[in-house]
């Protein structure tokens, strides 16, 4: 039974389609996703849905530069977190650091998870969905390109309604 058979992966059971936002507002943005998700392509998995580019204001900081946003699609079959080890990997070869401390401001790239497959759960370091993406325009704008009916779990809510609900001065 070996022939075409044994060139298949074992875990190709396991193939989801997750949904990650990326965001970046030092440097070149654009230029910055195009490299991001060369990567992703080459450590996570293929591209299979990308949103239209959403520029916004700075969440949970003063900032004068403007948040570029992008939610991608990405069919893998890594566990969650195997996952954050190679997305952290990513954004830290884009210049990224990560203190002990880190709270919002500038970043040359963030990606963030913002669901696993269609209704698997988290871990400890995974939390899905995102725990804050039901208040933030800058994220829910670029998913509901892609996924504008997706059930938001925790409120039972549309992507698209929860979008409508958030404040329009809120990023």
Do not use: C
């Not at 022939?3 to 070149?28: Q, S, V």
């Amino acid at each position: 039974m070996e022939g075409a058979f044994a060139r298949i992966p074992l875990r190709i059971m396991g193939l989801r389609t997750i949904t990650l936002l990326l965001g970046a507002d030092i440097g070149d943005p654009p230029a910055t996703f195009r490299i991001a998700e060369a990567a992703l392509e080459r450590r996570v998995g293929r591209i299979v849905g990308r949103s239209r580019d959403h520029w916004s204001r700075a969440w949970g900081f003063v900032s004068d530069r403007p948040f570029l946003n992008r939610a991608v699609q990405v069919r893998t079959a890594l566990d969650a977190d195997e996952l954050m080890d190679r997305l952290l990997s990513i954004e830290s070869e884009a210049g990224r650091s990560r203190g002990p401390q880190e709270g919002y401001g500038p970043r040359p790239l963030d990606i963030d998870v913002l669901f696993l497959g269609k209704n698997e759960r988290g871990t400890q370091r995974v939390i899905v969905p995102h725990p804050r993406l039901a208040v933030r325009r800058f994220a829910l704008a670029p998913l509901a390109d892609l996924e504008p009916l997706r059930i938001h779990p925790p409120t039972g809510k549309t992507i698209l309604g929860l979008l409508d609900l958030v404040d329009r001065d809120a990023q």
